[in-house]
């Protein structure tokens, strides 16, 4: 056999055993192996979206997926993000930092539902060309979240608490 035959074959079975080793180690963390990424330490995200979607939007959020987002090895300096919608892909991140027993499940709910409304009442567009996600109609719609002045009060007095 060829030089050149036998360093291709044995690059091609160096390339194969290195292609089943990437397939069989998974990557993700464990957590989201086992499917369980909307369960925490502290709080069951998929029951508290299905309990306030019944209550207050009549389950007529289908096909979201919950999730908590992934945890940053920092935790920022100015300000926190407690959660995010993709709404084209129907996916509600929330904060990883808000699974702690020190969060009161009442604000969790706050924050789940904020996000949530997002997906029911629709932005406006301004006249520079951006959009505006928290309109006058999201806005009173919030404040008619039972614990809203409470879970505000809240995050002001522990912001400190999620940042460097």
Same mark, same amino acid.
């Given at each position: ?6 360093? +291709?074959?044995?690059?091609k &079975? %160096?390339m194969? #055993?290195?292609? $089943?080793r990437?397939i069989? /180690?998974? =990557?993700l ?6 499917g ?13 979206f299905n309990?306030? +979607?019944?209550?207050?939007? &009549? %389950?007529?959020l #289908?096909?979201? $997926?919950?999730?908590?987002? /992934?945890? =940053?090895?920092?935790?920022p ?10 709404e084209?892909?129907?996916i509600?991140?929330i904060?990883p930092w ?10 969790l709910?706050?924050?789940l ?8 009442v629709p932005d ?5 060309g951006?959009?505006?996600?928290h ?19 809240w ?5 400190a608490r999620?940042?460097?």
């Amino acid at each position: 056999m060829e030089p050149s035959r036998r360093i +291709n074959r044995a690059l091609k &079975g %160096n390339m194969a #055993r290195r292609t $089943k080793r990437k397939i069989a /180690r998974s =990557r993700l963390p464990l957590q989201r192996q086992f499917g369980l990424e909307t369960e925490g330490r502290y709080f069951d995200l998929r029951g508290l979206f299905n309990k306030l +979607n019944a209550r207050h939007f &009549g %389950n007529r959020l #289908r096909g979201y $997926k919950i999730v908590w987002g /992934r945890k =940053r090895r920092d935790r920022p300096k100015e300000y926190f993000i407690f959660g995010t919608i993709q709404e084209e892909d129907r996916i509600i991140r929330i904060n990883p930092w808000l699974d702690q027993r020190f969060v009161p499940l009442w604000f969790l709910e706050y924050i789940l539902y904020h996000e949530m409304l997002h997906a029911v009442v629709p932005d406006k567009a301004r006249g520079n060309g951006r959009r505006c996600v928290h309109t006058d109609e999201f806005n009173r719609r919030e404040r008619e979240f039972r614990f809203y002045k409470r879970a505000r009060r809240w995050e002001d007095e522990n912001l400190a608490r999620f940042l460097r």
